[in-house]
């Protein structure tokens, strides 16, 4: 087994240009704490709605939090200064910022979220507390400077907030008044309906969170999530028409012709941070060590690669399962490079939530490997958004069990065999439906309708929380 620890890098600078403030349209605040060159899943969104926008009619502002290892040039971008609450407070009490109290302290960390240790759940209380009501608050105040000045020096006709973190969407409640313009609330993840999040609040915590989240965005003139599952958990919860589902994309030029050499060997890669227990591959190392002990599968042509933040559960499971000879481990690399391994592999790995409420999860990775045009295998779950996006675009299949791992795993050895290669049958017309520019389009449209609209009703809560008459 390889194990490769490799830095991070930046994305190039001006790789996400705006349109220039002379090409005409509108202009649309978009409200964003990750934005290129600054490389987090968070950012991709944002970056595709700032450029693909402007071709239909609407130029993005953008407010978003300053980094220092990423300055940006653009123009129509604010970037400002950027509080980080928690590394306050640790320094306050004379720890490191930069590293983890469990560490600082020699305090064991459970291997899975849902730890049981006494001293975490009070740790993660504590954070609770001073970080409420979302780890981001200290961006608040510089932002609110900011859009003092992005309302002297722009005419801005609507609001795009994209969370989390949900910081974005306080800001963007305190925008709609001072720009006296419609408001869309962008939920790439749910805020208090998303079971990985709920399942670390109960009880009183859980409803002044719920009453957080009502409170910040019952003004907004609608809401968008990625997936329709979600959006129909929105409307139970807010009852509103106004809730639209816009699902995330890949930008196309990221992917240009011709593609990339495929490896020789039988390579099965996976991209992005793990979960254990959540978003875990240990029922895919198992079918791949069944497969290997029946001689199905022959350690000589496989490669089993993992690119991201290294687990050491991942790291364990290999020496249990007798997969070091076949597996590399990298760490995270850059984003250009990420492209490249996925668009040279035979197989592209995809871990589903295990959690069957989580019907909903549409990952940005999965557009990303749309984008690659290789098969994609997408191991665990339930059915859902995930199987009908594969369903729709053949780009790749989903499997709910370990035997139908196998006869999938089978299935494409025996091409790769045969062929060469595992052959890649994705439907062009039905992927090139789900990029960025398409994302762009369809938010245009409902920036067009809500504008239009003069009198838009509000959001009504219809479950889960008190009554706005009770309200505080």
């Known amino acids: 087994m390889i194990v490769r620890a490799q830095s991070a890098q930046r994305w190039s600078p001006g790789a996400f240009p705006l349109q220039s403030m002379e090409s005409g349209g509108r202009y649309v605040l978009l409200v964003a704490f990750s934005y290129p060159p600054v490389e987090r899943v968070g950012a991709l969104r944002p970056a595709g709605l700032a450029k693909y926008l402007p071709s239909f009619g609407w130029i993005p502002v953008v407010l978003t939090a300053g980094r220092p290892e990423a300055r940006r040039t653009e123009r129509n971008v604010f970037e400002t200064p950027y509080r980080d609450v928690l590394a306050c407070w640790k320094a306050k009490l004379g720890l490191d910022p930069s590293r983890g109290v469990h560490q600082q302290f020699g305090l064991p960390v459970a291997a899975k979220p849902d730890s049981r240790f006494a001293h975490t759940r009070i740790l993660r209380a504590v954070k609770g507390i001073l970080t409420y009501p979302d780890p981001s608050k200290g961006w608040i105040p510089f932002a609110r400077e900011a859009l003092a000045e992005i ?192 668009r040279e592999s035979q197989i592209l790995l995809l871990l589903t939530w295990w959690n069957p409420e989580e019907s909903g999860v549409l990952t940005g990775k999965v557009y990303e490997y749309l984008g690659s045009r290789r098969p994609i295998l997408a191991v665990g779950g339930g059915r ?59 938010y245009a449209a409902l920036l067009n309708a809500i504008a239009r609209a003069s009198d838009s009703p509000r959001l009504v809560e219809t479950g889960g929380a008190p009554p706005m008459g009770r309200m505080a």
């Open 384 to 442: 859902g958004a995930i199987t009908e996006l594969l369903e729709h675009t053949q780009a790749g299949v989903q499997t709910l069990s370990k035997e139908k791992t196998k006869e999938v795993l089978r299935e494409w050895y025996g091409l790769y065999r045969h062929l060469g290669q595992v052959p890649y049958h994705g439907d062009s017309g039905a992927i090139m439906q789900h990029t960025h520019r398409e994302m762009a389009r369809k």
């Open 151 to 342: 309302a002297r020096r722009y005419r801005i006709e609507a609001i795009i907030s994209t969370a989390p973190p949900f910081t974005a969407h306080m800001i963007a409640s305190e925008a709609k008044p001072l720009l006296n313009c419609p408001w869309v609330a962008d939920y790439r993840d749910l805020w208090n309906t998303h079971t990985l999040t709920m399942g670390e609040r109960t009880g009183l915590a859980a409803a002044i969170m719920r009453r957080t989240e009502w409170r910040t965005i019952r003004h907004a003139d609608a809401l968008v999530t990625v997936s329709e599952p979600w959006a129909e958990r929105l409307r139970r919860r807010y009852g509103s028409h106004r809730v639209a589902a816009i699902a995330n994309g890949f930008d196309a030029e990221e992917f240009p012709p011709p593609p990339n050499p495929l490896t020789k060997e039988f390579t099965i890669t996976h991209t992005g941070q793990f979960y254990e227990g959540r978003r875990d591959p240990t029922e895919l190392l198992r079918a791949v060590r069944e497969l290997i002990d029946e001689g199905s599968l022959a350690e000589s042509d496989l490669r089993l690669r993992f690119y991201g933040p290294v687990e050491p559960f991942l790291i364990n499971l290999l020496s249990e399962l007798r997969l070091e000879q076949v597996s590399e481990v990298h760490a995270s690399i850059p984003r250009n490079k990420c492209l490249e391994v996925q």
